[in-house]
């Protein structure tokens, strides 16, 4: 996984640590890893738009700066930096939802 988005999604402070940390179910860290991964595509291929998905890979994965972004697709780079902020909220806020229940 891409060092941005661990440090963005799974090392936030939204407690994901917590989650990794905890001991109580005797799940190794490992196994805990691979649910908040798979998790974490699960909400990214079904809770966002196609045009979120597109800027979310092109920003983390491909490493372009959101001026690149919009260059590349058409638009300012507000509505790039708009966009990827309303997935990272959407993908935290189901992140977060996954670990408590």
Do not use: W
Request: include cysteine; glycine fraction near 4%.
């Amino acid at each position: 996984m891409n060092k941005r988005v661990a440090s963005d999604f799974l090392y936030s402070d939204s407690g994901y640590l917590n989650f990794l940390a905890s001991a109580e179910d005797g799940d190794s860290n490992e196994y805990k890893m691979r649910i908040l991964k798979h998790a974490l595509k699960k909400v990214i291929e079904d809770e966002l738009t196609p045009r979120q998905r597109e800027f979310l890979m092109l920003y983390y994965y491909q490493n372009l700066t959101m001026q690149q972004i919009g260059q590349k697709c058409g638009v300012h780079k507000s509505t790039v930096s708009r966009l990827i902020k309303v997935a990272k909220s959407k993908i935290e806020k189901q992140l977060k939802y996954i670990m408590e229940g």
